[in-house]
């Protein structure tokens, strides 16, 4: 259900349920949680890439397992209630790595699966792809995926999205923040991945605590953000690694990191 690859430093993630559009299932709600879980300990990757395979990237929720669950004597509120909190606490697994994690989009991301793009740090999409939040098309509108959304791209084209259903195309996505990169299809794993081997080329307890002041200062008035963010310029600024770094820059030749 979920495949897991290691090149160099960089973990491949990738939904493998194509019958179902690689749809966020109990099953693979649970494979997610648990390998971001695991990379959270596991010093040996800098970078994530989240992909689909088959002809798509994520459709969302799986439909069939939720109506199959309304349908349950045993099950009814307190099913959504749970379902609807895993996914929230998986998707907000993925801000909380201390990797950066790239998605690669191809096909479609709808609903749950474009939350789970917007949930990622960096988004590299195949012309082609499409990115929509169109549960409102099956009268059920799409408010937990609204939340990473609202988060990546401008309020009133988050909520156009949301109130007609339509799709944003690859290039459109880019143009309002959603989407870094859009590539060719047949380049798409090569170009996600010579992003993911750039960043996995930095010094990693730089990424790592900048990664953090990314999300941490998000959301605090300006006074505060820079309090926060000038904490850590002083702790990173500090470290041998960053004095070499410094140097090494300065004597036009390769750092030598130990990290």
């Given at each position: 259900m979920l495949l897991r690859e290691y090149e160099g430093g960089v973990a491949v993630l990738t939904l493998n349920a194509p019958g179902s559009l690689n749809a966020l299932?109990?099953?693979m709600l649970a494979a997610l949680s648990g390998a971001f879980g695991a990379l959270a300990e596991d010093?040996?990757?800098k970078v994530v890439v989240l992909r689909g395979a088959g002809r798509a990237f994520c459709a969302g929720h799986d439909l069939k397992e939720m109506q199959a669950a309304r349908g349950a004597a045993d099950k009814?509120?307190?099913?959504f209630a749970d379902l609807f909190a895993r996914c929230a606490a998986m998707m907000q697994a993925i801000p909380a790595l201390q990797q950066p994690v790239i998605a690669e989009v191809h096909g479609i991301a709808t609903a749950a699966g474009c939350q789970l793009a917007a949930s990622c740090d960096m988004v590299v999409a195949a012309e082609g792809a499409r990115f929509g939040v169109n549960g409102v098309n099956i009268g059920l509108f799409c408010s937990t995926p609204m939340v990473a959304l609202t988060r990546k791209v401008p309020p009133g084209v988050a909520f156009e999205m949301l109130v007609t259903g339509e799709?944003?195309?690859a290039g459109r996505a880019r143009e309002v923040g959603l989407v870094?990169?859009?590539?060719?299809?047949?380049?798409?794993h090569e170009e996600t991945m010579a992003l993911a081997r750039t960043v996995a080329g930095k010094l990693t307890a730089a990424v790592k605590v900048g990664k953090r002041a990314f999300y941490d200062q998000q959301g605090l008035g300006l006074a505060e953000a820079y309090r926060q963010t000038g904490a850590v310029m002083v702790?990173?600024?500090?470290?041998?690694?960053?004095?070499e770094g410094i140097a090494a820059f300065l004597e036009k030749r390769a750092p030598d990191w130990k990290e």
């Open positions: 299932s109990d099953g010093r040996s990757v009814g509120a307190a099913y799709f944003l195309n870094n990169r859009v590539v060719p299809a047949e380049r798409l702790e990173n600024m500090l470290w041998r690694d960053t004095e």
